[in-house]
């Protein structure tokens, strides 16, 4: 069982910054794939950001150049940099990871139970 702890979330002013963390723990062997996911109210989930085992990253367009995925393999952790927030950006921020544990060949989805995000004045 991997469970993915995440924190940083909360609520901003239009333009400020936040800096979403997700730590991941248990008999992890390896983890292959990162990704960020939001949800607003109304809305179908969708992909953020993604980073892959060879570091290359994907982003929607609509937060191009202004959030940034990153990770600290020593630790099992992602990040997301989230930079000139806007009240569109409001929604719950799902971390996923795709891992292998140790003494098992297939690898899985583990999902966190995300946070609020709210850009408001």
């Known amino acids: 069982q991997v469970q993915l702890v995440e924190s940083g979330g909360g609520l901003v002013q239009p333009g400020g910054s936040l800096r979403l963390s997700c730590a991941a723990s248990?008999?992890?062997?390896?983890?292959?794939?990162m990704a960020w996911y939001r949800q607003a109210p109304g809305k179908q989930r969708e992909l953020v950001a993604d980073?892959?085992?060879?570091?290359?990253?994907n982003y929607a367009d609509s937060v191009k150049d202004r959030f940034t995925i990153s990770r600290d393999n020593a630790k099992n952790t992602v990040y997301l940099q989230m930079n000139s927030l806007k009240p569109e950006d409001t929604a719950v921020y799902f971390c996923t990871i795709v891992a292998t544990m140790w003494y098992q060949s297939p690898s899985y989805r583990y999902w966190g139970q995300g946070t609020q995000v709210t850009v408001s004045s």
């Open positions: 980073l892959s085992a060879i570091g290359s990253t």
């Open positions: 248990g008999r992890i062997f390896s983890i292959n794939a």
